[in-house]
Nanobody, 123 residues
Framework: QVQLVESGGGLVQGGGSLRLSCAASGRTFSSMGWFRQAPGKEREFVAAISRGVGSTYYADSVKGRFTISRDNAKNTLYLQMNSLKPEDTAVYYC??????????????????WGQGTQVTVSS
């Protein structure tokens, strides 16, 4: 049974940092990533990383502030979020896909999803 379990969300002041983690179990994945959904908005892509060489891809809104990484030995995904802004407030979802990163990032519906973790950034 595949499970993705996020942790690390919380409340932080603007300009602060948070680190999200996603522990995966049940199988390994070619691509892993983070999406987020703010109240009243559609879910949007944040960042993704490949399993092999660790290629990364970011949404323009988070480039230079967020860093995605993965520990393949632990089957765990991370998102280091720095210089947080109130507009980063959202539920953050971990996602995993069986396809290579170049294919996965073209899709909005990945194969597996976590339950989400709330990130709130105060102004």
């Amino acid at each position: 049974q595949v499970q993705l379990v996020e942790s690390g969300g919380g409340l932080v002041q603007g300009g602060g940092s948070l680190r999200l983690s996603c522990a995966a179990s049940g199988r390994t994945f070619s691509s892993m990533g983070w999406f987020r959904q703010a109240p009243g908005k559609e879910r949007e892509f944040v960042a993704a990383i490949s399993r092999g060489v660790g290629s990364t891809y970011y949404a323009d809104s988070v480039k230079g502030r967020f860093t995605i990484s993965r520990d393949n030995a632990k089957n765990t995904l991370y998102l280091q979020m720095n210089s947080l802004k109130p507009e980063d407030t959202a539920v953050y979802y971990c996602a995993a896909d069986r396809q290579f990163l170049s294919e996965a990032i073209t899709k909005s519906e990945w194969d597996y999803w976590g339950q989400g973790t709330q990130v709130t950034v105060s102004s």
